[in-house]
């Protein structure tokens, strides 16, 4: 099972989905379009490709490319045959929803509550999406890029020395 | 054959009389040393502190020894509260319902880097430093301490015990200083 | 709770009255000398029986994957170690390769020999400890205190090779920072000789007996197809069927020169998971004695002078090792830019490193994928209908750490 025939394979399935694709350090890589990522990682769990158990889900945001700010990444695998495959669909910082893969991978629930908490993508059909990890009081969605890290409440720190 | 050396590893008694069948002392010292040889710690363990925790309770380093033979994880039945790795925002009125909760007398130890002062973790969720909510008496920092720290640490707080003074809760420092953190 | 899955659950009982009388909400955490690390389990319960468990995590969320995009390679090392902090050097070894598959760097043998018997002595320690854990919720103390003897062992290993006893920071892009010292031969071949028989003392305590088999069997059980579907790795897959290990499926470091055995469970419940993780404390252990017994000579890193600090001697004496040394430090180095996800077989599972590098010192977006946080969300299923005797020991034989599932 090689990158060109799982390649070859979905491109003619889902000709206009797939934007680009590319393979960094061997690890085939396909950028599809937001509405139709939800086909094409049911096709790849039902069909004879067998890329059926989900690795990771994560977001990402690059606030430079306009139109395509927030992305998010799906690594999937097949454990027979040890293929690997990571899937990224891109969308703009004022919509940023997806559909959710809950019902065709349970572990995927709290992977997308997590991203949901860190870039507020907003999963559509997810059974119980809240936030998970930070403080509810935060108010924010602390990872993507235009919030700072510290908290401001440090006295120890001497900005003298830390350079800031 | 040489004679065995006899280590004798009793408290020493505290300054006083005695007599043919009475010791006359001050009652705040034989209280100050029932209570430093009997201290029962709440282990608040959170992260990786917790683990250097364990091994400190193990045959090892042995925390049993200095009198701390059960840990009590109900806060009304303990002594000495052992915060032990990062406190985040979140679990922050989690911390300070837990030492409401104490009886007097209670002390605090600040084990470790996070515990004392947020450690390396400077970030938006991180709470930098318990004494920020609940106040400290012994800081142990280290990331994580070495189980030897610790028990320095909890030594300290041994040597507290015996010489702070018995109702130290009604002095008006200690008064103050609740009402500074909002504890009353 | 959602109103759905309430509702499923009221329907059994007849009446209203029968409801109010009978289910209650036990609060199970934050704090909880049961639960090993801060996390909520807010459970429905009729009697002991639970019927629907609902959980909070995230009460020692510190935040890694914002802090990394500020720190640099080396300094990432020191927040990987925090995460699964009971086999930290797993972690860090991991890290460092992500970063080497990222600037396609090849380390010499040596160093793949060095760094399976670094990561199997910790993964020895991490079972060890989740092995004693599982005792201690059953009422026998007795083994943990056993086992944290072995454990101060390999803390005194540790210590040889890079300083420190739990968060070890160990090792360096390309390799070690200092090879095996003399001190380190003689306790590893100490361990070597004594673990099987002290580790036997251990086992002799719980494995056939009577009393911890009645409490574990049939504890918390989960079948292969749903674990899958969790996207469960590491020992809790394998007790449940599935022979899925990285070091085999993809072997990295070596690993694919020698020979062990994955073993792997039926019915995934938590006697399952405990005699998964013994068998593989002895696998880790052949592991250490064949790469110990057949520890290639050479270097202890690989040269690559961009990401690797020289010499402090040469520093001071050498003009091209002065320049790498204040490239390293202030962050000067270029570094390619890319994406790249690299795993190993951590503790409990699946440990993957996921970097986007952009050129610049500080990764652009590094995601753990961190095997705790993921099967964890399993536990209410794996909970629902039994006792809260039964939640407890399996929680505790899950293995979940704090450091890990909160990140």
Redesign the interface.
Known sequence: MTNEFVLEAIQREFSDSVISHSEPYGFLTLEIKKEDIKKIIHYLKDSSLEINFLTDICGIHFPENKEKEVGVIYHLHNMMTNFRIRLKTFMPIENTEVDTITDLFAGANWMERETYDFFGINFKGHPDLRIILNDPDLGYHPMLKEYRLEDGTRTDKDDKMFGR | MSENKIIKTDAPAPPGFSGEGFFATKLDSLIGMARSYSLWPLP?A???CG??F??MM???YDLARFGAER?S?SPRQADCLLVC???????GP?LKE?YTQMAEPKWVIAVGACAS??G???????L?GID?IIPVDVYVPG??P?PEQILEGFMQVQALSQSESLRRRDTPEYQNLLESYGID | MKDNELSNILSQYDSKEQIDGQLYTLNLGPTHPATHGIFQNILTMDGERILHSEQTVGYIHRAFEKISERRNFAQITTLTDRMNYCSAPINNIGWHMTVEKLIGCEVPKRVDYMRIIMMELARIADHLVCNGVIGVDTGALTGFTYVFQDRERIYEMYEQICGARMTTNMGRIGGFERDFTPKFHELIKDFIKNFPKRFEEFCILLERNRIFMDRTIGAGPISAERALSYSFTGPNLRAAGVDYDVRVAQPYSSYDDFDFIIPIGTAGDTYDRFMVRQQEILESYKLIKNAYENLPEGAFHADVPDFYLPEKADVYTKMEALIYHFKIVMGETEIPKGEVYHCVEGGNGELGFYLVSDGGRSPYRLHFRRPCFIYYQAFPEMIQGSMISDAVVTMSSMNVIAGELDA
């Open positions: 608040f959170t992260s990786c683990i250097e364990m091994a193990m045959p090892t840990m994880f790795g990062t406190i985040s925002k979140k679990l989690v837990i002062s947020g390396i973790f400077d970030t938006y969720s991180v930098q920020k990331c994580p070495r």
